[in-house]
T-cell receptor, first 113, second 112 residues
C-alpha cells in the first residue's frame, strides 16, 4: 500500500510565524503536490514537484514556498503565516505517468491566530 | 493553464435514485480525467478515471462519460446507497503534464 504521511494532523500557529508542513511518501513517486482545501473552493494546487529540487507554481502560490531535497519528502513553507492561510492542507504523490493515480496524505488542519 | 469547473456544489438524492455530477475543463490538450471521493474526515481516494480516447467507462454502479468536443465529463452513480454520501471531486491533467487540477467538489447526500 502506498503511504503518504503528513507530519501533523492539527497545527496552531501565530500570525507572522514561519510554518513548515512536511510530507513523506514511501513509494518512490516522482510527483508530489500540495493542495489547500476550503469549503466551496475544492482542492486548490499550491505547488507541485516532479523531481528532486524541481518545483512549479500551482494556482495559488502566493505566501508559500516549497522544498524537495529528497525524492520522498516535500515540504510546504509559510514564510510569514497569516490568518487567511487557515485551512486544511493536503499533500499527494503520484508516479511520473501523467495518467497515474494520486495518493493523498491525511491532511493537516492549520489554524493561524 | 487548466481550469476545471464542477456542478452542482451540493446534491441530495433519495436512496436508490441516480446522481449525476458534471465538470467542464478548459485545456483541449487534457487527456486524463479522474474522479475522487472524500468521505467525512478522510483523504480523497480515486474511484474511477477516463482517458481521452474513451467515451465512457463503467465500474459497477459508477460510470463516467467524456465529451472531448464540448470539453466536459460527468460522473453517474446509479442505485445510490447511504455509503455513497461524500464529497466528489473531478480533476484533469492539462497541458503541463504533471499538473493535476481539481474542480470545486460536490457534496452528495443520500437520503434514506
Amino acid at each position: 500500500d502506498v503511504k503518504v504521511t503528513q507530519s501533523s494532523r492539527y497545527l496552531v500557529k501565530r500570525t507572522g510565524e514561519k510554518v513548515f508542513l512536511e510530507c513523506v511518501q514511501d513509494m518512490d513517486h516522482e510527483n508530489m503536490f500540495w493542495y489547500r482545501q476550503d469549503p466551496g473552493l475544492g482542492l486548490r494546487l499550491i505547488y507541485f514537484s516532479y523531481d528532486v529540487k524541481m518545483k512549479e507554481k500551482g494556482d495559488i502560490p502566493e505566501g508559500y514556498s516549497v522544498s524537495r531535497e529528497k525524492k520522498e519528502r516535500f515540504s510546504l513553507i509559510l514564510e510569514s503565516a497569516s490568518t487567511n492561510q487557515t485551512s486544511m492542507y493536503l499533500c499527494a504523490s503520484s508516479l511520473w505517468d501523467r495518467r497515474a493515480e494520486a495518493f493523498f496524505g491525511q491532511g493537516t488542519r492549520l489554524t493561524v491566530v | 493553464g487548466e481550469n476545471v469547473e464542477q456542478h452542482p456544489s451540493t446534491l441530495s438524492v433519495q436512496e436508490g435514485d441516480s446522481a449525476v455530477i458534471k465538470c467542464t475543463y478548459s485545456d483541449s490538450a487534457s487527456n486524463y480525467f479522474p474522479w475522487y471521493k472524500q468521505e467525512l474526515g478522510k483523504r480523497p481516494q480515486l474511484i474511477i478515471d477516463i482517458r481521452s480516447n474513451v467515451g465512457e467507462k463503467k465500474d459497477q454502479r459508477i460510470a463516467v462519460t467524456l465529451n472531448k468536443t464540448a470539453k466536459h465529463f460527468s460522473l453517474h452513480i446509479t442505485e445510490t446507497q447511504p455509503e455513497d454520501s461524500a464529497v466528489y471531486f473531478c480533476a484533469a491533467i492539462g497541458r503541463r503534464a504533471q499538473k493535476l487540477v481539481f474542480g470545486q467538489g460536490t457534496r452528495l447526500t443520500i437520503n434514506p
